[in-house]
């Protein structure tokens, strides 16, 4: 068996690529170099290995019986026992401390840290003045207390009163003009962002949901179908915003809920 | 004692012996297998160095831009290896690069086990340990990319709690499990620590022998013609023609994806900053094997749904309903088209997809179906691009994705039929009396 010419010219590719790799090491060239050198020595290694493979092989052909095998009923079953027994374990480690804790982790979601009477902060939690949000602003706020930034997370809109959506006001509370939502996208639970001033909508940047946030947090369009929860604003006695109680619904993704009922 | 040593050298050269044949699309599992490989050995150093952390510090790496900056330790970690480790950004990227190579090898390699159907008996439960793979390499490849908590990895994790509470009813409790309490949680990371780098691994390592095993015990499906028949195999033996092919193609596999890892940027968790909770990235899409639920969860319309007095989240059809419908046809595809066809015999030749039309044209018509729903997963970027809002971009999405699998499956079947037809045409040219080619 004479291997060809390719196996040959590989093989002496491949050595060269391996001295250059141990050279570009060896006179301290950045590691960029040396590496790209090495995967250059593997890529030309692996092809002479496999030329030599065929070169081996020397175009002759291997043969093995297969093994008859019977219908191996019995075996079979035992199989689909196992692998079914498998899979339930794994759903059954899974769903079932899922289960037990169906209450509490609905608990947990539902109250994202928002009571009566807790100041609203920006970023820098720094409280804001119900005289700072004039129309146009835009803030995202959270609890005084700093709990749960993740879900607590709210959008403060300053607009002309006339085009927040009447019913709003007599909901929430609010003073004129302002009006507080969650600031998760009640699809996918992403942070809503791309405010448009002229229409008064937000788009959720990861699958493109619209908001209408002088129109009660409504859908406009995209894949969402629950309208954005309320929160419930008032003024303190120091012209701080202030929160009146929690979010008028689960903030978010949701979850299975029964229709009639919490 | 003899005896034993006799008996081991007997069993290794009968190993030796074992024959595989071989055809080009026979490389795409050992691929896959071989970046499994360079996904452990990267991963394993990148796990030497990786803090599951999410506790915020200033960070105090050599990357100038976020001097000062708030991040978690996780990120911080992350940056570290980045920029400060020896090889750690190659090591990084390689790790990176492996996984995109992985899940890509895997579906064309379950694709080429699909149109060649060599899923048929015996090889059925090796199918469904092949599809368990595919599944627990993309749901790894999740969590691998929640890991960096960059902005990019933290919103993967909103998403992918999002999922997990729309689980019909345990929802809230599967949720709590994974992220360890409400999204925010800074144990968060742990789970999804152990999850990517201790058990999902020896999971799939585990599949990846059975499925091996099987492979070796059913001995390899093979193209027929030549005389070839059902009995004998055909092809290399193990030593040395395959040994030393595979072991070319694992050198070949790991240099083109250290080469990449040296010269191609990707993940840029510096570009995309640490995780804000109140901030997403723009454009966001996730790592491309996720893109067909992305795109449908971007398409799907929203439909206010009551089960059985139960209101369902809106992501639950696009986001878990389809994803297990998907599998589940990927699981029981080998079942029921036996039952469809009434071939349950055992089968080693493998199809041609021509002589197998229907089965040609489905399985191009769903390749197509997800491939529309992939590109749809960055629709706002093509979006952007075209000049075209983002409804008018969604509308078009779903217009595509009836039209193009149904003409994709149209034309292959019909290209199917033709070649059969030119076939058997130049066959009793051949040979009138009538004999066909293929028994």
Redesign the interface.
């Known amino acids: 068996m004479r291997p060809p010419m390719s196996t040959w010219v590989w093989s002496v590719g491949a050595a060269l690529a391996v001295v250059a790799a141990g050279s570009a090491a060896g006179l301290g060239l950045g590691s960029a170099h040396v590496v790209a050198w090495v995967a250059m020595a593997l890529v030309a290694s692996g092809a002479a290995m496999g030329s030599w493979g065929r070169a081996l092989a020397g175009g002759q052909t291997d043969r093995e019986q297969r093994q008859p095998r019977g219908p191996g009923s019995e075996r079979r079953r035992m199989l689909v026992w196992l692998g079914g027994a498998g899979a339930g374990v794994v759903a059954a480690l899974i769903s079932v401390p899922a289960f037990l804790r169906v209450g509490a982790a609905t608990e947990r979601l539902r109250d994202t840290g928002w009571r009566e009477g807790i100041r609203l902060v920006d970023d820098q939690g720094r409280p804001i003045l119900a005289g700072e949000v004039v129309p146009g602003s835009l803030f995202t706020v959270f609890p005084e207390d700093g709990s749960d930034p993740a879900q607590s997370q709210a959008i403060l809109l300053g607009a002309e009163p006339e085009r927040i959506l009447a019913s709003e006001h007599e909901a929430g509370g609010a003073p004129d003009g302002i009006v507080a939502y969650s600031k998760l996208c009640t699809h996918m639970a992403c942070p809503l962002g791309l405010y448009q001033e002229q229409s008064g909508t937000v788009v959720c940047p990861c699958h493109q949901a619209v908001f209408d946030l002088l129109g009660g947090g409504e859908v406009l369009a995209g894949p969402a179908k629950r309208p954005l929860p309320r929160l419930p604003i008032g003024v303190d006695r120091d012209g701080h915003l202030v929160a009146l109680g929690g979010f008028s619904d689960v903030v978010g993704t949701g979850y299975w809920r029964p229709v009639n009922g919490s | 004692m003899t005896s034993v040593v006799q008996r081991g050298r007997a069993a290794a050269e009968k190993a030796f ?3 595989f044949p071989g055809h080009w699309s026979f490389l795409l599992g050992e691929i896959a297998m071989f970046s499994f490989f360079v996904l452990v050995a990267t991963g394993l150093y990148l796990s030497l160095f990786y803090d599951a952390s999410a506790e915020i510090v200033p960070y105090d790496g050599s990357y100038a831009q976020l001097a000062g900056v708030s991040v978690s330790q996780a990120f911080q970690s992350v940056m570290d290896i980045t920029f400060e480790r ?2 750690g950004s ?1 090591v990084r990227q390689t790790h990176h690069w492996a996984a995109l190579v992985f899940v890509a090898a895997l579906v064309l390699h379950a694709a080429r086990v699909f149109f060649t159907g060599a899923f048929r008996r ?1 090889r059925r ?1 090796n199918w ?1 340990i092949g599809v368990t793979l595919m599944g627990l390499a993309m749901v790894t490849g999740f969590f691998g990319l929640v890991l960096p908590h960059d902005l990019l990895g933290g ?1 993967s994790a ?2 992918g ?2 999922f997990a ?13 994974l992220f360890a ?4 949680n800074p144990q968060m990371l742990h789970r999804m620590w152990m999850l990517h780098v201790v058990i999902l691994p020896i999971v799939i390592g585990l599949f990846l022998v059975a499925h091996l095993a099987l492979v070796w015990v059913q ?1 390899h499906t093979m193209f027929g013609g030549n005389g070839r028949t ?8 193990a030593w ?17 994806l ?2 990449f ?3 191609v940027q990707i993940a840029p968790v510096w570009i995309h900053g640490p995780f804000d ?8 899409q996730p790592d491309w094997y996720l893109g067909w639920v ?1 795109g449908a ?8 749904l ?1 089960v059985m ?8 059809i ?2 878990v309903a389809f994803p297990v419908a998907v599998f589940a046809v990927l699981y029981a595809w080998p079942l029921a088209e036996a039952k469809l066809t009434g071939d349950t015999a ?1 089968h ?1 030749i493998l199809d041609r997809p021509r002589d197998r039309p229907v089965r040609t044209a489905t399985g191009a018509a769903g390749l197509a179906a997800l491939t529309v729903l992939l590109m749809a997963g960055s629709h ?1 970027w093509q979006g952007f691009l075209l000049g075209a809002s ?2 008018v971009m ?1 509308i078009a999405y779903r217009i595509a994705l009836v039209v193009v699998p149904a003409t994709v499956g149209l034309v292959t079947y019909s290209v199917c039929r033709t070649l059969i037809a030119e076939e058997a045409a130049a066959d009793s040219q051949r040979n009138p009396v009538g004999r066909s080619r293929r028994p």
Not at chain 2, 278 to 283: G, H, I, R
């Open positions: 012996r074992k024959v020896p090889l190659v015996p439960l469904m919103t909103r998403i709690h999002a509470v729309s689980v019909p009813v345990i929802g809230p409790g599967v949720a709590d499990l309490g409400p999204f925010g001995t059902e009995q004998v195999v055909e092809g290399s033996a040395p023609a395959y040994l030393f092919k595979a072991g070319g193609l694992l050198a070949l596999v790991s240099g083109v250290v080469g890892g040296a010269l909770p109140a901030s997403t990235t723009v454009p966001a992305e969860l971007r398409i799907f319309p929203a439909v206010d009551t007095g139960w209101a369902i989240p809106s992501p639950f696009a986001g055992s080693h706002d983002i409804e969604t």
